[in-house]
């Protein structure tokens, strides 16, 4: 009789703990999504929005500034050009100048040039990002193409200005920084957009 009691106490333990168990899954996996989540579609937004405002990670911003008051024209700084694209876009991307040679407080026009290698229409999106990340929130755009999707057609060609100053608030010990631009494809972003 004590053995069985004993092996009813031990199926209800059995039992009772693949309960604890499975729920323990059931909330781990729930974590889990929801930290998915949470790094897939809130975090970006947010980090983006930190870093337009902060000017940290070198991470400009994405609205026209306003004119500048006045230049130093005691001052020089070297604004250096990097282009690049993703491998998922199929375009060409270069620079006017690879460098240009500024006084704080100066409007620069200086222009980039973007082809389409492939037969059909694709659009796509520049990400600009600065080096010293300390200069991000020094360096101004008026005009950028950097601002707005470009969709160019197949085989098309299209030359996008970007206008800019340095402002004269920028520290005293960074002569030169380098802007980079990094084209991704957004063609289905763009499409799922539209519907």
Not at 37 to 47: E, K, R, T, W
Request: charged letters at 25%.
């Amino acid at each position: 009789m004590s053995g069985d009691n004993h092996e009813s106490g031990m199926g209800t333990t059995v039992a009772g703990t693949t309960e604890k168990n499975r729920r323990l899954l059931v909330r781990l996996g729930l974590v889990v999504v929801g930290m998915f989540v949470f790094a897939v579609f809130v975090m970006p937004p947010l980090y983006d929005a930190f870093c337009e405002i902060t000017g940290l990670n070198g991470k400009t911003s994405s609205k026209a500034a306003a004119a500048p008051v006045a230049a130093d024209l005691a001052r020089t700084v070297t604004v250096e050009f990097l282009v690049d694209t993703d491998k998922a876009l199929p375009w060409d991307f270069r620079y006017e100048k690879p460098a240009v040679e500024v006084h704080p407080g100066e409007i620069t026009k200086t222009m980039f040039f973007v082809k389409n290698r492939d037969s059909g229409a694709i659009t796509g999106r520049a990400i600009p990002s600065i080096s010293p990340n300390e200069a991000a929130q020094y360096f101004k755009k008026t005009e950028c193409f950097c601002f707005a999707e470009q969709r160019l057609e197949g085989g098309a060609e299209k030359a996008m200005p970007m206008i800019f100053y340095v402002d004269p608030a920028l520290p005293k010990h960074i002569r030169t920084v380098t802007l980079s631009y990094k084209f991704y494809n957004m063609t289905e972003q763009a499409k799922a957009a539209s519907r």
